[in-house]
């Protein structure tokens, strides 16, 4: 089955940079869109970032571009969020995600928490 194991999440001062990761296995991982999704409290999950199955496409939400880039490695059945400039704003639980025949599936998340 399907399983995204997301790592890397932790607590950062503002300004400052960290890299997520999501391991995938139990499908073909370099035949699908990648997505990196996040949730703060009390607000609704949020699109982060897309990466196309090659990489040559991306797209990012208004609220991070500039600041965030998505990547994949098919040889390693992983994809990345390097998230520079962090904010405040930024603190919140970072899920990867797949969507295939419809249905998405999820990883457990990683919590990011930006403060000083």
């Known amino acids: 089955q399907v399983q995204l194991v997301e790592s890397g999440g932790g607590l950062v001062q503002p300004g400052g940079s960290l890299r997520l990761s999501c391991a995938a296995s139990g499908f073909p991982f370099s035949n699908y869109d990648m997505n990196w999704y996040r949730q703060a409290p009390e607000k609704e999950r949020e699109l982060v970032a897309t990466?196309?199955?090659?990489?040559?496409?991306?797209h990012y939400a208004d609220s991070v571009k500039g600041r965030f880039t998505i990547s994949r490695d098919n040889a390693k059945n992983t994809v990345y969020l390097q998230m520079n400039s962090l904010k405040p704003e930024d603190t919140a639980v970072y899920y990867c995600?797949?969507?295939?025949?419809?249905?998405?599936?999820w990883g457990q998340g990683t919590q990011v928490t930006v403060s000083s």
């Open positions: 990466i196309a199955t090659t990489g040559g496409y991306k």
């Open positions: 995600n797949v969507r295939r025949f419809g249905l998405a599936s």
